[in-house]
């Protein structure tokens, strides 16, 4: 779902800012034009592109800093003796925390993780493949119990919780458990810096294209 919606976000604000290029283009030549019945009509189109560019840029300015702020928190943290990282729900924010343990959401979050096949691609490794192999945070946190978890123990004693929620079979092993909504979340956090990224580079050009028709635009203003 979030995947979805930042797709569709990212087309509108991309849709926006092709439309404001063209009217800004044309308020500007007809700024340069000494026809009285085209200049006339260059300021309502500059202002009308402008507006359009100013709203692209606060949309994107705010999902960017939305961004950064939801998934500032997380990254895992290294298991001795493994090249993988392991998640804890708990390090990740409390926005994204609610709804990746919503029952409805993680019903189908669940649903999508069986289907990928992402656990069936590790199923044949070995112990040694464990030690040596980095393993993406979904897999980490859904295909195998905590590295932590001790089976073989005589007494009992308290272990995280997702020992308990691990089971071998194919269609359950640790989806139920935190550390697979935390690999999850993971997965998330890294999307949301990739889109951040491109948010900046949009924003740039985004600036850049506003700065080159107000400059433009004064000019004429003085002409």
């Known amino acids: 779902m979030y995947r979805f919606s930042n797709t569709v976000i990212g087309f509108l604000n991309l849709f926006t800012l092709l439309a404001s290029i063209p009217i800004i283009g044309a308020g500007l030549w007809m700024a340069k034009s000494s026809t009285t019945c085209e200049s006339f009509l260059q300021t309502p189109l500059l202002i009308v592109g402008f507006v359009i560019l100013i709203i692209s840029l606060a949309a994107l300015m705010g999902l960017t800093i939305f961004g950064f702020v939801v998934t500032s928190q997380g990254g895992g943290q290294e298991v001795?003796?493994?090249?993988?990282?392991?998640?804890?729900?708990?390090?990740?924010?409390?926005?994204?925390?609610?709804?990746?343990?919503?029952?409805?959401?993680?019903?189908?979050?669940?649903?999508?993780?069986?289907?990928?096949?992402?656990?069936?691609?590790?199923?044949?490794?070995?112990?040694?493949?464990?030690?040596?192999?980095?393993?993406?945070?979904?897999?980490?946190?859904?295909?195998?119990?905590?590295?932590?978890?001790?089976?073989?123990?005589?007494?009992?004693?308290?272990?995280?919780?997702?020992?308990?929620?691990?089971?071998?079979?194919?269609?359950?092993?640790?989806?139920?458990?935190?550390?697979?909504?935390a690999g999850v979340l993971e997965s998330v956090r890294r999307d949301w810096h990739k889109l951040s990224v491109l948010n900046i580079v949009m924003l740039l050009l985004l600036i850049g294209i506003y700065s080159i028709g107000c400059c433009a635009f004064q000019k004429h203003q003085k002409s």
């Open 80 to 181: 001795a003796g493994r090249v993988y990282r392991e998640y804890r729900l708990e390090d990740y924010s409390p926005w994204l925390i609610k709804r990746v343990t919503d029952p409805q959401y993680w019903k189908t979050i669940r649903s999508c993780l069986l289907n990928s096949k992402t656990c069936a691609k590790i199923a044949l490794w070995t112990p040694l493949d464990y030690v040596n192999n980095v393993m993406t945070p979904v897999q980490s946190g859904c295909c195998k119990p905590p590295t932590s978890c001790n089976y073989n123990m005589v007494t009992m004693v308290a272990q995280n919780p997702d020992c308990y929620r691990w089971n071998n079979a194919p269609t359950v092993l640790c989806y139920e458990c935190d550390s697979c909504k």
